[in-house]
Nanobody
């Protein structure tokens, strides 16, 4: 079965940075689109970013407007790992961040992934 394990969350001050990692197993990683979501207490889970599996030699990345220019998603297929580099963090970024994997994901249906990690807490203080 697919297993996704997030790490790298923590407590930072506003303006600081964190890098989250998601280690994947039980799948052919290079065949999967990977994404990050977040959920704050009392809120619905929210799309943050995604990166596609290779189309030829090209990967495509997509970002929610709220994080565009501050967050960067990347993947290392040799390590079966996807990363989320978060810079310029704001208190409103505070949430549990979840890694997701899916073979048929598209931006038009960006909330539809097949597998989910357990989440890692990110807290940004002001």
């Amino acid at each position: 079965q697919v297993q996704l394990v997030e790490s790298g969350g923590g407590l930072v001050q506003a303006g600081g940075s964190l890098r989250l990692s998601c280690a994947a197993s039980g799948l052919t990683f290079n065949n999967y689109n990977m994404g990050w979501f977040r959920q704050a207490p009392g809120k619905e889970r929210e799309f943050v970013t995604a990166i596609t599996r290779a189309s030829g030699r090209t990967y495509y990345a997509y970002y929610a407007d709220s994080v565009k220019g501050r967050f960067t998603i990347s993947r290392d297929n040799a390590k079966n790992t996807v990363y989320l580099q978060m810079n310029g963090l704001k208190p409103e970024d505070t949430a549990v961040y979840y890694c997701a994997a899916g073979q048929r994901w598209t931006y038009e249906n960006r909330n539809e992934f097949d597998s989910w990690g357990q989440g890692t807490q990110v807290t940004v203080s002001s």
